[in-house]
């Protein structure tokens, strides 16, 4: 079983930064983070794997990062150059121990363990 408590969300001007982050209880290192805006499907943003091999969404690359601490089963992204498309409801999700070579960790279906989720707001 783990449990997840995200935090961080908030409300930001275009080209600003926000840091999320993400608690685990219970063993995981193989995590993500997803969004979901109004109306729209939830998608993966970044993953990562407790080994730092990390993977992105084409929409947030070089301008968001996944960094994990195994001691503090916490995972951060950080988000930098926030555009108004970027508003959404942010997720994220686990799964038990590492992952696996097979996962695609960018598919919602590959997460068991979801948080409750934290809002990010991005004003022109």
């Known amino acids: 079983q783990v449990q997840l408590v995200e935090s961080g969300g908030g409300s930001v001007q275009s080209g600003g930064s926000l840091r999320l982050s993400c608690v685990a209880s219970?063993?995981?290192?193989?995590m993500a983070w997803f969004r979901q805006a109004p109306g729209m499907e939830r998608e993966g943003v970044a993953a990562i794997d407790g080994v730092d091999n990390t993977k992105y969404a084409d929409s947030v690359k070089g301008r968001f990062t996944i960094s994990q601490d195994n001691a503090k089963n916490t995972v951060y992204l950080q988000m930098n150059s926030l555009k108004p498309e970027d508003t959404a409801m942010y997720y994220c999700?686990?799964?038990?121990?590492?992952?696996?070579?097979?996962?695609?960790?960018?598919?919602?279906?590959?997460?068991?363990?979801w948080g409750q989720g934290t809002h990010v707001t991005v004003s022109s």
């Open positions: 999700a686990a799964v038990p121990g590492y992952c696996r070579s097979y996962y695609n960790r960018l598919a919602s279906t590959t997460y068991n363990y």
């Open positions: 219970g063993y995981t290192r193989c």
